[in-house]
């Protein structure tokens, strides 16, 4: 009995999750590429830029960003790093490449590149959210540079600001 208490507890703890960072997202894209940008806000930023700006002054030397990638973003790889890739309705998971961290003003910057060469010619959907509530991710259309067309709609996935690009 006190084991079902217990699951009961923790599956109504989830309901009531809520995000605890924000991330602005922008898009550079094209045919063949996908450059995704991360700006993680106020809260998070700060601890983000403390515990990887070893030398604090405010660039972050290849040493610090492979540090990062380590300890922080390939973790997100569990996450399909809160960009999920549909091509011809089939998931396909990510190998972002070419990390780069920044720091703009009091906030930490993230960005890293997407190779869609091998998708080209082909129906492509591009999500972004987290499943963890952990996150909240936000995209608007002036966030977005592309070379192609697309439609932008909120996704209503019970996740907090569901995004999907869908390239026509």
């Given amino acids: 009995m006190s ?3 217990v699951c009961l507890l923790v599956c109504a703890c ?3 999750a809520h995000p605890h960072t924000f991330i602005t ?3 550079d894209l094209n045919e063949t590429d996908m450059n995704v940008r991360w700006l993680f ?3 998070t930023s700060q601890s983000l830029l403390e515990d990887f700006d070893a030398d604090r002054n405010g660039i972050f030397s290849p040493k610090e960003t492979e540090t990062f990638q380590k300890e922080v973003f390939n973790d997100l790889k569990q996450f399909s790093f809160f960009t999920h ?3 011809s309705g089939k998931s396909i998971p990510l190998k972002p490449t070419r990390l780069f ?3 703009e003003n009091n906030a930490f910057g993230v960005e890293f590149h997407v190779d869609l060469k091998p998708y080209v010619h082909q129906k492509k959907a591009i999500g972004f959210w987290d499943e963890s509530f ?3 991710l936000s995209l608007e259309k002036e966030q977005i540079r592309s070379s192609v067309k697309y439609t932008l709609k909120e996704v209503d996935n019970a996740y ?3 995004y999907l690009l869908e390239f026509l």
């Fill in 85 to 87: 890739l549909k091509v």
């Fill in 3 to 5: 084991k079902i208490c």
């Fill in 14 to 16: 989830s309901v009531f």
């Fill in 101 to 103: 961290l920044w720091r």
């Fill in 25 to 27: 997202v922008s898009l």
């Fill in 41 to 43: 806000d106020e809260m």
């Fill in 160 to 162: 907090y600001y569901g």
């Fill in 134 to 136: 952990l996150c909240a």
